[in-house]
């Protein structure tokens, strides 16, 4: 599998999300070409705000694996990861991170914080931009619905 | 009681930590003068890098008063969080911060970054530096502690 074929197993769970009325982004770990695990946010549904897409997939891979180094891993998510997820994914070790649309707001790689550039941190991630135009669209679709009163 | 006070309860925290040979890291999350969530950093002894001392502890308080948002909320820490945690706070709307000593590497309030002087954060976030020997002295002695093979 490649990276868009990743991202697409990725923006299925962000339907999940979808489905649950929670904002629609969706996250896969991968370790030597297999899926380790799978998230989607669900923050608002068990009452926790911080069950972002990548934190449950992140925890569900250490899970996994029984490490909690994912030395060699990648995350693919659908949609740029805020601060918290950014410095989650640098605590869990992850190599690198693909991600399919821009967090003009709160997003921690290349938009409001370029944190994996930082020279101080101890841990070097790679990062990959690979636009879906798919992974956005379900966002704005999302936050029409929203102010619609959908 | 006072802000001393509950770095205290935080600090009782981080002693749990030490037992278990994690990096002694502790925090306690008070509304209303009523600690309601309690954590210290055991990401080792759980398999979960994301199992720090704030992040537990955040969960408990959201789980306790079960809503995702812990507005008016302060959360008293040993230690100056990270960026994971720092975005943890923001999300999870906590009103102010307390921490007892710095992190010169990966501390994100004051040291490496300053996320709630960041203005283009939607929510802002109070935080105050109150030093305590005690929380940066076991922090120092538990790392003296692993150079000597302990």
């Known amino acids: 599998m490649e990276d868009k074929d990743f991202i697409q197993e990725a923006y299925k769970e962000a339907l999940k999300s979808y489905s649950l009325g929670e904002v629609p982004v969706g996250a896969v770990v991968v370790l030597d070409g297999e899926i380790i695990g799978r998230g989607h946010n669900r923050r608002i549904t068990q009452n926790n705000p911080l069950l972002h897409a990548e934190i449950v997939a992140i925890q569900e891979a250490c899970q996994n694996i029984g490490n909690w180094r ?13 601060l918290m997820c950014a410095g989650a994914i640098l605590h869990s070790r992850i190599k690198k991170v693909v991600f399919a649309s821009l967090n003009q707001k ?5 938009s ?35 102010r619609k009163g959908d």
Do not use: H, W
Request: glycine share 10%.
């Open 70 to 82: 994912l030395d060699g891993a990648t995350i693919y998510i659908t949609n740029e990861p805020c």
């Open 106 to 110: 709160m997003g921690a790689v290349v």
């Open 112 to 146: 409001n914080y370029k944190v994996f550039d930082n020279q101080k941190s101890p841990y070097k991630v790679e990062y990959v931009y690979l636009p879906d135009e798919r992974c956005g669209g379900i966002l704005t679709d999302f936050f029409k619905g929203k």
